[in-house]
């Protein structure tokens, strides 16, 4: 299969890093004109100029805009008047006892990963339908389904995604313009780096080891046992964004190495 994404235009939310970065250099790979989006000016800059050296020829252009803000997100609108592919992929994670969560916490939980998509979709989805030909995709967690005990506040935002995606879907029936969430696993990303940087510099253990111990651990239901690569992911949001997915609508497509342990 060739996937060719020539001409459409693709934001990939939160991507100076992580996951993002590898759905961004995907899409990129594969002919898309790509938008970057983090929060400060010179990472996006950076990000941008990396990924042109990367991919010689790469139409890559970058948005800075903290997407956990309704002022943020209008930013981007008036910066990207249209999109073919939007991939919300901003988020943020980390373990807290639910005793210890306030309603601050929860709030900024659901402004980041929740109503940053919602605020991108209702505005981006609309010029879809138009044009009769568009692919959202939100990258929501295996946490989604498998709540964790100790990251609820996570894991009830990530179904949240989910929920959206679906009745998105819905929503664009008969169209050409399909609405998917993409469920990750444990992923060795920046943000996942920045979780367990203490233990790394208390035992100096590497990044990589600590992953598959978290996965062996936390995870236990792993098949892989194993932590991902972002390329993992970014493989299959890739896919569920090219013309060749166009069966492929209101579904939570896992990438989580069999975590959730239903068929
Ligand atoms: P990450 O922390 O590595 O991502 C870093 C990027 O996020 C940077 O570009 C940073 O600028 C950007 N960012 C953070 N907050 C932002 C904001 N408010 N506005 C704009 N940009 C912002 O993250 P990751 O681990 O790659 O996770 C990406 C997505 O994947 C998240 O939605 C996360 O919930 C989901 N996910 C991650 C894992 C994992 O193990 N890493 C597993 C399942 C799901």
Same mark, same amino acid.
């Not at 803000?69 to 992929?89: E, F, H, M, R």
């Not at 609309?126 to 389904?145: A, D, H, K, P």
């Given at each position: 299969m060739n996937?060719d994404l020539?001409g459409?235009?693709a934001?990939?939310?939160?991507?100076?890093a992580?996951i993002?970065?590898?759905?961004?250099?995907g899409?990129a790979?594969?002919?898309?004109?790509?938008i970057?989006?983090?929060?400060?000016?010179?990472?996006?800059?950076?990000a941008?100029?990396? $990924?042109?050296?990367?991919?010689?020829?790469?139409?890559?252009?970058?948005?800075?805009?903290?997407?956990?803000?309704?002022?943020?997100?209008?930013g981007?609108?008036?910066?990207v008047?249209s999109?073919?592919?939007?991939v919300?992929?901003a988020?943020?994670?980390?373990?807290?006892?639910?005793?210890?969560?306030?309603?601050?916490?929860?709030?900024?939980?659901?402004?980041?990963?929740?109503?940053?998509?919602?605020r991108?979709?209702r505005?981006y989805m609309?010029?879809?339908?138009q044009?009769?030909?568009?692919?959202?995709?939100?990258?929501?967690s295996?946490s989604?389904l498998n709540?964790?005990?100790?990251?609820i506040?996570?894991?009830v935002?990530?179904?949240?995604q989910?929920?959206?995606?679906?009745?998105?879907a819905k929503?664009?029936?008969?169209s050409?313009?399909?609405?998917?969430?993409?469920?990750?696993?444990?992923?060795?990303?920046?943000?996942?780096?920045?979780?367990?940087?203490?233990?790394?510099?208390?035992?100096?253990?590497?990044?990589?080891?600590?992953?598959?111990?978290?996965?062996?651990?936390e995870r236990a239901t792993?098949?892989?046992?194993?932590?991902?690569?972002?390329?993992?992911?970014?493989?299959?949001?890739?896919?569920?964004?090219?013309?060749?997915a166009?069966?492929?609508?209101?579904?939570? $497509?896992?990438?989580?190495?069999?975590?959730?342990?239903?068929?």
């Amino acid at each position: 299969m060739n996937i060719d994404l020539s001409g459409k235009n693709a934001l990939v939310t939160a991507s100076t890093a992580g996951i993002g970065w590898s759905i961004a250099a995907g899409l990129a790979a594969s002919g898309a004109n790509v938008i970057l989006n983090g929060r400060k000016p010179e990472v996006v800059q950076a990000a941008v100029e990396k $990924l042109r050296r990367e991919l010689h020829g790469a139409n890559v252009e970058g948005v800075a805009a903290d997407l956990s803000t309704a002022k943020g997100v209008q930013g981007v609108i008036d910066a990207v008047p249209s999109l073919d592919i939007l991939v919300n992929n901003a988020g943020i994670f980390g373990p807290e006892p639910f005793f210890d969560v306030d309603d601050a916490t929860w709030e900024r939980y659901f402004q980041t990963n929740v109503m940053s998509g919602v605020r991108l979709s209702r505005y981006y989805m609309q010029g879809m339908l138009q044009r009769n030909w568009g692919r959202v995709v939100f990258i929501s967690s295996e946490s989604g389904l498998n709540i964790p005990a100790d990251m609820i506040h996570y894991g009830v935002s990530k179904t949240a995604q989910i929920a959206l995606a679906n009745g998105l879907a819905k929503l664009a029936a008969g169209s050409g313009v399909t609405v998917n969430s993409v469920l990750p696993g444990p992923t060795l990303s920046d943000g996942f780096r920045e979780m367990v940087r203490e233990q790394h510099e208390r035992e100096g253990t590497s990044y990589e080891e600590i992953g598959n111990d978290f996965v062996r651990k936390e995870r236990a239901t792993s098949i892989i046992q194993r932590i991902s690569s972002t390329e993992e992911i970014a493989n299959m949001v890739v896919y569920v964004c090219s013309p060749q997915a166009s069966a492929t609508t209101g579904v939570a $497509l896992r990438v989580d190495g069999g975590v959730v342990n239903t068929w």
